[in-house]
Every structure is written in structure tokens, then in C-alpha cells.
Nanobody, 115 residues
């Protein structure tokens, strides 16, 4: 029902910034970002509801900001003061009433933080 396409990843040095985008086709009640680093399990990063209620993992709190555009079709993740431990594939996830547990997933976008 919901198709997700992420973009905005890349290679940056520590302390620099990136902004990830995820455009959704279809309606959702919750959308956010997860990441999967090499040798680790996928972890939750941040989520936001269409009404604007946002939540963050402790590891990115005060550095990352999640937001939705006015049309509620695109979610952004502004990533500031990036650290090497932020290196991962970042995935967009959207949850609907019919698929509230696992949600829908995008293909992922690579973020690499390295000197």
C-alpha cells in the first residue's frame, strides 16, 4: 500500500551534516527512520506522527531532527554533528492500520562518516 523511497545519504567527515529524505506514496499514521550499521542489528533512530509528535533515540537526541513536509508525504532527517558511529544504512519506515506492527520499508540509503 505504501511505497517509500529514501535519498540524501553520502560520505561526510565527522562534525558535518546531512539531510535524508523519504517520500511516501500512500497514507500512514507513523513514519520514521531506522539504521543498520555493519555488524549490528537494525536500530530505531526517530519517528514522527502526521500531527507532529516526534521521538528520538538517545544516541541521536540533540543532534538529529525529524520533520514532515506540509503535504505529509515526505519525512526528513536532519543529521548534524555526525559521528563515525552514525555510519549505517538508513531506512525509512511507515506504519498503517493494516500493517501496524512491521510497517513498510524503503530500500535504504548509505551514510558514511569518516575522516
Amino acid at each position: 500500500q505504501v511505497h517509500l523511497v529514501e535519498s540524501g545519504g553520502g560520505l561526510v567527515q565527522p562534525g558535518e551534516s546531512l539531510r535524508l529524505s523519504c517520500t511516501a506514496s500512500g497514507r500512514f499514521y507513523n513514519i520514521g527512520w531506522y539504521r543498520h550499521g555493519s555488524g549490528s542489528q537494525r536500530e530505531w533512530v526517530a519517528t514522527i506522527t502526521p500531527l507532529g509528535s516526534a521521538h528520538y533515540a538517545d544516541s541521536v537526541k540533540d543532534r538529529f531532527t525529524i520533520s514532515l513536509d506540509a503535504a505529509k508525504t515526505t519525512v526528513y532527517l536532519q543529521m548534524n554533528d555526525l559521528k563515525p558511529e552514525d555510519t549505517a544504512v538508513y531506512y525509512c519506515n511507515a506504519r498503517t492500520i493494516s500493517k501496524s506492527r512491521e510497517g513498510y520499508w524503503g530500500q535504504g540509503t548509505q551514510v558514511t562518516v569518516h575522516s
